[in-house]
T-cell receptor
Framework: DAGITQSPRHKVTETGTPVTLRCHQT?????MYWYRQDPGHGLRLIHY???????DKGEVSDGYSVSRSKTEDFLLTLESATSSQTSVYFC????????????FGSGTRLTVV | GESVGLHLPTLSVQEGDNSIINCAYS??????FIWYKQESGKGPQFIID?????DKRQGQRVTVLLNKTVKHLSLQIAATQPGDSAVYFC??????????FGPGTRLSVLP
């Protein structure tokens, strides 16, 4: 979607296993974000990146880590998946803060059993 | 598709009528606002934006109104169509900080 793709689209994993979600963009945008979306909570920011190797925590970062070794890729890792991390995860990007909105990927539905 | 909100407020409108979706934003210093549309199973999509130096902005069938006095944003959709059925939410930005998203409103278009 508009130069940003997420993989996988769906994943089922077992409690305690590590999981990595990938976000790939082709727009050379500097800023990238990971959100989770749950009923009753809307979009909640997990981690974000302001450039290669420049990442920071959002409001719900516990249990998650990220890496950005290249401009185009932003990886989200659940170090040891728990059932509370069952959610829909969205990646987003923007080229300039406060000037344009975010462009979102299509989402990854993660189920932890 | 994925459920984006089981407890969202819902607005039901007849096809062809106008829709008004409201949003109360939190930060009086926010200077940039966006409305997003999210269809089932998809990511949020940009609809229209407005900056704090404006009160109104029009797009194709959509109008956004900004009332800074009461920190209120509204989205008006003219001649609502079945394809407008989705969750709509607002986002606010404070001079280049990360966007803050509202919880959303589900719009249901009745035939």
């Amino acid at each position: 979607d508009a130069g940003i793709t997420q993989s996988p689209r769906h994943k089922v994993t077992e409690t305690g296993t590590p999981v990595t979600l990938r976000c790939h963009q082709t727009e050379n945008h500097r800023y990238m974000y990971w959100y989770r979306q749950d009923p009753g909570h809307g979009l909640r920011l997990i981690h974000y990146s302001y450039g290669v190797k420049d990442t920071d925590k959002g409001e719900v970062s516990d249990g998650y880590s990220v890496s950005r070794s290249k401009t185009e890729d932003f990886l989200l890792t659940l170090e040891s998946a728990t059932s509370s991390q069952t959610s829909v995860y969205f990646c987003a990007m923007t080229g300039t803060l406060g000037v344009y909105g975010y462009t979102f990927g299509s989402g990854t539905r993660l189920t932890v059993v | 598709g994925e459920s984006v909100g089981l407890h969202l407020p819902t607005l039901s409108v007849q096809e062809g009528d106008n829709s008004i979706i409201n949003c109360a934003y939190s930060n009086s210093a926010s200077d940039y606002f966006i409305w997003y549309k999210q269809e089932s199973g998809k990511g949020p999509q940009f609809i229209i934006d407005i900056r704090s130096n404006m009160d109104k902005r029009q797009g194709q069938r959509v109008t956004v109104l900004l009332n800074k006095t009461v920190k209120h944003l509204s989205l008006q959709i003219a001649a609502t169509q079945p394809g407008d059925s989705a969750v709509y939410f607002c986002a606010e930005n404070n001079y280049g900080q990360n966007f803050v998203f509202g919880p959303g409103t589900r719009l249901s278009v009745l035939p």
